[in-house]
C-alpha cells in the first residue's frame, strides 16, 4: 500500500475509526420511533444539501451522516470542513406536520437544547448555546465553538444539520475560536456514543414540542433554550439583514424565539435572523 492510499483507508487512523452502521440502525431505528432510515457516506459535499434534493421522496426521522464533508455549510453560506471521521457531521429530516409554520423557527433553537442535553450526558462536557445555532465550551476561561446547527426548508419539512468537533486536536482547529469535544475534556469521544446520545435527545425533545402543537413555552423549549443560553445578559452586536447592525444587551428570547435586544434608546428590539457577535464583558472574550 502507498502512502497516497494510506491517506484514504478508513482505518488509516486508528483513533479515528469508522462509524459502525449496522450497530447505530439496531441502536436508533425503532418500529414506534422516530428515526426511520440511518445511512452513513464516506465523503460527501453537504449531508444537509444531500437531503434536501431527495426531501421529496423521503419520511420523516430520516438520518444521513458523513464521516467526512467538503463543503459543509453554516450561516450565511460559510463552509464548515475537518478531517475525516474527527467529528460528526449529520443531518435529519423532520415534518412538524400539524404544527404551524410561525413555530417551526423554534426547530434550529430546539436542536441546540437537544444538542446539549444529549452531550451532557453521552461526552459529561457543558456545553452554552449561542443565539441561534452555535454550540459552545469553554476552555481555560475563553467561550469557544464546538458546534453548529442549520435548518432549511425542504419539500413539505425542515433539514436540520448539525455539525460537531469531537477529536480535533489544537492543530486542526479550522480557526482561534474554535475547540472541539476533546480539548474540552469530554469523557468520552466515541462517535456512536455521542451521535446515540444526540439522536435520542433530538427525539424526546421534537416529541415534547409537537405535542405541544410547537407551543416553546408549554414543551418547556423556552425555559430549557433561556436556561443554556450563553447570549443573554450579554452586551451584543447583531449584523442583520441589509447590512444593518444593532448593538444592545440580549435580555430575552421571546415566544417566537427571537432574541430581544435593549438598545441604548430604552428599546427592546426583536431579532428573527442575523450574525451575533458577543461583546466583550459577561464570560469574557469576543466570540
Known sequence: MTPSDASHNRWSDLDRPPLNVPALRRGLLRPDGLWSTLDVVDTTGSTNSDLAGRAAGLTEGAVLVAEEQTAGRGRLD????????????????????????????????????????????????????????????????????????????????????????VSLRADELPAPTAASLALAGAVSTDRETLLRGVLRSLEQ??????????????????????????????????????????????????????????????????????DIVHLRGAAGGLT
Not at 117 to 125: C, I, M, Y
Not at 246 to 274: H, N
Open 78 to 165: 460559510r463552509t464548515w470542513t475537518a478531517p475525516a471521521r474527527s467529528g460528526l457531521f449529520f443531518s435529519v429530516y423532520l415534518t412538524p406536520g400539524a404544527v404551524p409554520v410561525q413555530r417551526w423557527g423554534w426547530l434550529p433553537l430546539l436542536t441546540g437544547v437537544a444538542v446539549a442535553a444529549g452531550l451532557a450526558r453521552s461526552a459529561g462536557v457543558d456545553t452554552a448555546l449561542k443565539w441561534p445555532n452555535d454550540v459552545l465550551v469553554t476552555i481555560e476561561g475563553e467561550e469557544r465553538k464546538t458546534g453548529g446547527i442549520l435548518a432549511e426548508r425542504a419539500g413539505d419539512g425542515v433539514v436540520i444539520g448539525i455539525g460537531l468537533n
Open 205 to 274: 425533545w421534537y416529541g415534547k414540542w409537537r405535542a405541544a402543537d410547537g407551543d416553546a413555552a408549554a414543551s418547556g423549549l423556552q425555559e430549557a433554550y433561556v436556561a443554556g443560553c450563553a447570549t443573554l445578559g450579554r452586551t451584543v452586536r447583531a449584523q442583520l439583514p441589509g447590512d444593518r447592525t444593532l448593538t444592545g444587551e440580549a435580555v430575552a428570547i421571546d415566544g417566537d424565539g427571537r432574541l430581544v435586544l435593549s438598545t441604548g434608546d430604552g428599546l427592546q428590539e426583536p431579532v428573527s435572523a442575523g
